[in-house]
């Protein structure tokens, strides 16, 4: 699939075939490198990483015993 930024039936089709656990993980591991390159690209944005990386970790890693409810 091409990145384009859009949000089309490409990406549906995508979001639909994937693993949902998997998924749910990878946003939130994605979620905290985007915050880590925010804060290594601008220094005055490091006294904010660690909340910025609190409120991700308050959604629950997914594992097997673990799947259902997701809270997001």
Avoid: H
């Amino acid at each position: 699939m091409t990145i384009d930024g859009g949000m089309g039936p490409n990406t549906l089709n995508a979001i639909n075939a994937a693993n949902p656990m998997m998924l749910y993980n990878q946003l939130k591991m994605d979620r905290i490198s985007y915050y880590e390159r925010i804060a290594a690209k601008d220094k005055s944005q490091e006294q904010f990483l660690d909340g910025w990386k609190d409120r991700v970790n308050k959604f629950k890693d997914k594992t097997l015993q673990n799947k259902k409810n997701v809270n997001c």
